[in-house]
């Protein structure tokens, strides 16, 4: 009885990565005939924007027009509680430790990224 060859392995397929800070801003740079380092200090001076809204003296929300609304939320404390019963086994209490106060970034797609995808 003849062995039947095995079929040929196909060849790996690279994962698809997001592209690089460098690759982003040559394709900006080539579709709008900026340089480099023009398109660079657009992106320092959206990062500055960025961090002037959410800072401590700004009103907390950016949003970049059609794109994206980056939100600042203030998490409260939440304090150590005893006794609490343990989810994953039953019958069983546990103590759950205090958590600080934070703040947490909240990005949120707008309409018309959500239309992209």
């Avoid at 609304?69 to 209490?93: M, Q, S, W």
Wanted: avoid cysteine.
């Amino acid at each position: 009885m003849a062995k039947i060859p095995a079929p040929a392995a196909k060849p790996a397929v690279p994962a698809k990565k997001a592209p690089s800070k460098s690759e982003v801003t040559n394709s900006i740079a080539e579709a709008t005939g900026l340089s480099k380092k023009q398109v660079t200090a657009v992106f320092e001076a959206l990062n500055a924007e960025i961090k002037k809204s959410l800072g401590a003296k700004g009103p907390g929300v950016f949003a970049l027009p059609g794109l994206v609304k980056i939100e600042k939320k203030k998490i409260p404390a939440k304090p150590a509680r005893k006794g609490v019963p343990n989810p994953f086994k039953p019958g069983e209490l546990m103590d759950v430790a205090a958590k600080p106060a934070s703040t947490k970034v909240k990005v949120r797609p707008l309409k018309s990224l959500k239309d992209l995808v």
